[in-house]
């Protein structure tokens, strides 16, 4: 089946570093992946599409400066979140799109800025 | 509004049946209605999608009424390892994504 591996599971740094997440499809080309922020208690939020080649398309109230996606491949999409602060504390998922029923997700990323 | 409306919770005997419902009476003739659940701390996984017609797989069956205004997942013999939160989610986003709810917290009981 479709698989999308995601890296690192968990990370904590410190204020004011960036932290980069990495979202590969393992066994099928995703032209399409999507990110999505997930805070305690709450449901998936997307917070921006990345599509293959071209720029993100992000929705609205997320900074496209702070939360850098590059999607340089049709198996890789990453997710930088630059100069973190602590309400970036979250659980970032990404989820790709194909090739079978449409949306297969990572695992997840547990980010904690300290 | 696109999102899907559920039951915050429900509770389920191990062994029994689970039936866990939904409403998406704005969904469009053309979209899918998919079911993921998602065990804390971990990515969604997906159980069933379907359009018009019931759905059947190795996890669960899909019902989906016949002016497609709301479908129910159906988890045959629930076991303590469903205890999860369900999304009964569409496509219906501006870029082909999925919307998710808020979702059914589903507590399976011994």
């Known amino acids: 089946g479709a698989v999308v591996s995601q890296h690192p599971s968990r990370v904590i740094c410190k204020s004011g570093t960036s932290v980069k997440i990495e979202c590969r499809s393992l066994?099928?080309?995703?032209?399409?992946m999507f990110w999505y922020r997930q805070f305690p208690k709450q449901s998936l939020m997307l917070m921006a599409t990345s599509n293959e080649g071209s720029k993100a398309t992000y929705e609205q109230g997320v900074e496209k400066d702070k939360f850098l996606i590059n999607h340089a491949s049709l198996t890789l999409s990453t997710l930088t979140v630059t100069s973190a602060h602590p309400e970036d504390s979250s659980f970032y998922i990404c989820?790709?799109?194909?090739?079978?029923?449409?949306?297969?997700f990572g695992s997840g990323t547990r980010l904690t800025v300290v | 509004d696109a999102k899907t409306t559920q039951p915050p919770s429900m509770d389920c005997a191990e062994g029994r049946a689970a039936n866990l419902p939904c409403n998406h009476s704005?969904?469009?003739?053309?979209?899918?209605v998919y079911w993921y659940r998602q065990i804390h701390s971990q990515g969604p996984q997906y159980i069933i999608h379907g359009l018009k017609n019931n759905e059947t797989n190795e996890m669960a069956s899909l019902i989906i009424t016949e002016d497609r205004k709301s479908s129910t997942l159906i988890l045959p013999h629930a076991t303590l390892r469903d205890t999860a939160v369900y999304y009964c989610?569409?496509?219906?986003?501006?870029?082909?994504?999925?919307?998710f709810g808020k979702g059914t917290k589903l507590s399976v009981k011994p």
């Open positions: 989820s790709a799109q194909g090739p079978y029923y449409g949306y297969t």
């Open positions: 704005t969904i469009s003739g053309n979209e899918y």
């Open positions: 066994d099928f080309q995703a032209t399409t």
């Open positions: 989610t569409r496509a219906g986003g501006s870029q082909g994504n999925l919307i």
